[in-house]
């Protein structure tokens, strides 16, 4: 069974919600083992409002009766109005709110984010490694305490403007070297929800995942290996959300396909099979998981027509009984190949998961969706 302590989280912007909403909401991601809790901490001591300023306080008390690990997003103007001396800085403030982790959208000078890891409390110091530049190497190279050192990603409001993927993997993997673990943000796309800003077209770290299914977002993430922990950027989530994501909470990369007509429940059988793999001498045109035509072996595949010379990429593939050996493997098609009646069509990865056929890697697992 997958560990989910400290793997997920969720935000909450107290301004925007009741005061019995956030309690609620608190309790439903508890109940989904969702025990992170990311907080826009930006502005609002600045405000001197003590209203709201109680209102943010009341929620960290909250969030930690139910055990939640509370992060708070922070900035320059917030250590200068908390009164944080930055040749000597205390930390205590944030100790007495009750906060576990400081997340510093803004970049200093090295020396002071280094400095900060060494905090007599054990506040962690998060760092954001969206700028795609050497600051966390400046950091480290001051002797931080990489014990105490993480990196968590934005979130990006407005559509078109979130992080571009190439980019992305490129430092994540640079930062992971560092012995660094990395956060990212997903958002909910199958319904109406809010983040701190005015503009929402949906808050994903990854522009790709825009649009995509919250738990699908998730699993892009884990199986890639490219976040540690995972915090859903809108509020609120509700069931169908939650249950989405612990449904793609695995370390196997998920595709979400759709049957065609006509699919035997043998051939379900094999599309089902619980430890699909990618074979380590990877194909130019097919994808191949061919375990299973060893466990159904005697399985009885007859052929069937499908149309069209040609079987286009995307499509889910199964031997049939014509092609003698082969019987029964499970192929992805990677580039399109020629229809020559020893493949029965099962169906065909949806369109927006078509990406999903580039990330394959040799030995790399995998689960069918249908």
């Known amino acids: 069974m997958i560990k989910l302590k400290n793997k997920l989280g969720i935000s909450i912007y107290p301004e925007l919600l009741k005061f019995e909403e956030i309690v609620s909401y608190l309790e439903l991601a508890s109940k989904y083992s969702f025990d992170l809790l990311f907080i826009n901490f930006i502005g609002v001591i600045e405000k001197k409002d003590q209203s709201l300023l109680k209102k943010y306080k009341e929620t960290i008390i909250e969030a930690k009766k139910r055990n939640y690990t509370v992060t708070i997003d922070v900035n320059k103007s917030t250590f200068d109005t908390a009164n944080i001396n930055y040749k000597n800085p205390d930390l205590k403030y944030f100790y007495e709110l009750g906060i576990n982790c400081l997340r510093l959208d803004d970049q200093f000078n090295g020396f002071f984010e280094a400095n900060l890891t060494y905090n007599p409390y054990n506040i962690k110091i998060e760092l954001n490694p969206s700028t795609f530049n050497a600051q966390i190497e400046n950091i480290i190279s001051y002797g931080a305490n990489k014990q105490n050192l993480q990196a968590l990603h934005n979130f990006y409001p407005q559509k078109y403007s979130g992080l571009d993927y190439e980019l992305f993997k490129k430092y994540n993997l640079k930062i992971k070297s560092m012995g660094i673990n990395i956060g990212a943000f997903v958002t909910i796309t199958d319904h109406k929800s809010y983040g701190p800003w005015d503009v929402s077209e949906n808050l994903p770290t990854l522009e790709m995942h825009r649009f995509l299914e919250i738990g699908m977002q998730v699993n892009h993430l884990l199986s890639n290996d490219y976040a540690s922990y995972i915090y859903i950027s809108t509020q609120c989530a509700n069931i169908n959300d ?74 889910i593939v199964i031997p049939n009984n014509s092609y003698n050996r082969y019987k029964g493997e499970l192929q992805i098609v990677k580039q399109e190949i020629k229809n020559d009646g020893l493949r029965n069509v099962v169906g065909s990865l949806q369109d927006k998961y078509l990406f999903l056929i580039n990330e394959i890697h040799p030995w790399n697992y995998f689960k069918l969706i249908f």
Request: glycine letters at 6%; zero cysteines.
């Open 242 to 315: 939650f249950e989405s994501i612990l449904r793609h909470f695995d370390f196997k990369k998920h595709f979400k396909i759709n049957l065609i007509n006509g699919v035997t429940e043998q051939e379900k059988r094999i599309l089902a099979f619980n430890n699909h793999f990618i074979r380590g001498d990877l194909s130019q045109n097919i994808l191949r998981s061919t375990i299973t035509r060893v466990e159904f072996k005697d399985m009885d595949i007859k052929p069937r027509k499908f149309k069209g010379d040609i079987i286009p990429i995307g499509s």
